[in-house]
């Protein structure tokens, strides 16, 4: 019987339980989820029916899996608190943010510990969750990765590269999104009505999406079949590149990636 308890139940928690909930790994009655807030603990009891505790030792003391689920300022004190009481067989999964895995291993050096970076799309069961874990941590990664396949897509990389795989797949959500905000903007002065401009714009966002993902091809590629020579998406295309569009989304990225590296 696989127990898993998470400590945190904020955004991403609760993306994660939700996909998680659904999935044959782990009935929902067999995670728990643990929170200082009671609100947050009664909406996952109430939505996704698993079990909810304000006690982090009490909800640790019979599972295999712990995942920590708090901001990086919030780790240190869980550490301290369960660093007793965790028994060495229980594995620690973390989504903590710049937090190393051997920074963690300094504080509970008894404990195996893997590092994941999903994101909130682990709610539809879409997250993009990247895994990595010491050399010695071979069997469990792979009951891991099996976890979080169940809610997503999933890439084991190596730890160095975690900063980054935060910044493209877990920040990368509210990028992405950003970007769908202005076509729906767009849409809007054109004169469609908000919710209609949402409907063509997410749909064909997944049709973008879609299409990379299934042909495997680069997105320039899947550009050329869309740009009519003289066409309006080419007019488009380069009035946005003249106005900056992939520079300001590059120097997005190495600004957070940069932002990233200074967190703890
Ligand atoms: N939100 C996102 O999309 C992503 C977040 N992350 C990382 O995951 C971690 C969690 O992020 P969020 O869920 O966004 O944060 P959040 O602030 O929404 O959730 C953290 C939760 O932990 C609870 N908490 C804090 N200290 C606690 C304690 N001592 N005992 C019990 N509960 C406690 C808080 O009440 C809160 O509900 C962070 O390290 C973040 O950087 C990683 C990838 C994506
Ligand atoms: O904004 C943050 O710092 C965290 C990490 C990725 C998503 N949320």
């Given at each position: 019987m696989n127990k898993i308890t998470i400590i945190g139940g904020g955004n991403l928690g609760k993306s994660i339980i939700s996909g998680l909930g659904n999935?044959?790994?782990?009935e929902a009655k067999h995670i728990t989820v643990v929170d200082k807030s009671e609100h947050n603990l009664t909406e996952v009891k109430e939505k996704l029916g698993v079990s909810t505790s304000q006690h982090i030792i009490e909800a640790i003391s019979d599972v295999k899996w712990v995942i920590l689920c708090v901001q990086p300022r919030q780790l240190d004190a869980v550490l301290e608190e369960i660093k007793e009481e965790l028994i060495a067989d229980q594995i620690l999964i973390s989504t903590v943010t710049g937090t190393s895995i051997a920074e963690i291993n300094e504080v509970v050096p008894k404990n195996k510990v893997i590092r994941v970076m999903p994101n909130t799309g682990a709610s539809k069961k879409l997250s993009m969750t990247c895994i990595s874990a010491n050399e010695d941590v071979k069997e469990e990664l792979v009951f891991v990765q099996k976890m979080f396949d169940t809610i997503g897509k999933t890439l084991i990389i190596e730890e160095r590269l975690m900063q980054a795989a935060t910044v493209l797949g877990a920040s990368g959500i509210a990028f992405f999104l950003r970007f769908l905000r202005a076509m729906i903007q767009g849409g809007i002065q054109m004169g469609f009505h908000p919710h209609e401009a949402q409907i063509i714009a997410v749909q064909t966002a997944m049709g973008a999406a879609t299409l990379v993902a299934k042909n495997?091809?680069?997105p320039e590629r899947e550009i050329d079949k869309v740009t009519?020579?003289?066409?309006?998406t080419i007019e488009g295309l380069n009035e946005m590149e003249h106005q900056g569009l992939s520079s300001s989304v590059i120097k997005g990225v190495m600004a957070s990636y940069e932002k990233i590296n200074t967190i703890k």
């Amino acid at each position: 019987m696989n127990k898993i308890t998470i400590i945190g139940g904020g955004n991403l928690g609760k993306s994660i339980i939700s996909g998680l909930g659904n999935s044959d790994l782990f009935e929902a009655k067999h995670i728990t989820v643990v929170d200082k807030s009671e609100h947050n603990l009664t909406e996952v009891k109430e939505k996704l029916g698993v079990s909810t505790s304000q006690h982090i030792i009490e909800a640790i003391s019979d599972v295999k899996w712990v995942i920590l689920c708090v901001q990086p300022r919030q780790l240190d004190a869980v550490l301290e608190e369960i660093k007793e009481e965790l028994i060495a067989d229980q594995i620690l999964i973390s989504t903590v943010t710049g937090t190393s895995i051997a920074e963690i291993n300094e504080v509970v050096p008894k404990n195996k510990v893997i590092r994941v970076m999903p994101n909130t799309g682990a709610s539809k069961k879409l997250s993009m969750t990247c895994i990595s874990a010491n050399e010695d941590v071979k069997e469990e990664l792979v009951f891991v990765q099996k976890m979080f396949d169940t809610i997503g897509k999933t890439l084991i990389i190596e730890e160095r590269l975690m900063q980054a795989a935060t910044v493209l797949g877990a920040s990368g959500i509210a990028f992405f999104l950003r970007f769908l905000r202005a076509m729906i903007q767009g849409g809007i002065q054109m004169g469609f009505h908000p919710h209609e401009a949402q409907i063509i714009a997410v749909q064909t966002a997944m049709g973008a999406a879609t299409l990379v993902a299934k042909n495997g091809t680069h997105p320039e590629r899947e550009i050329d079949k869309v740009t009519t020579p003289q066409g309006c998406t080419i007019e488009g295309l380069n009035e946005m590149e003249h106005q900056g569009l992939s520079s300001s989304v590059i120097k997005g990225v190495m600004a957070s990636y940069e932002k990233i590296n200074t967190i703890k």
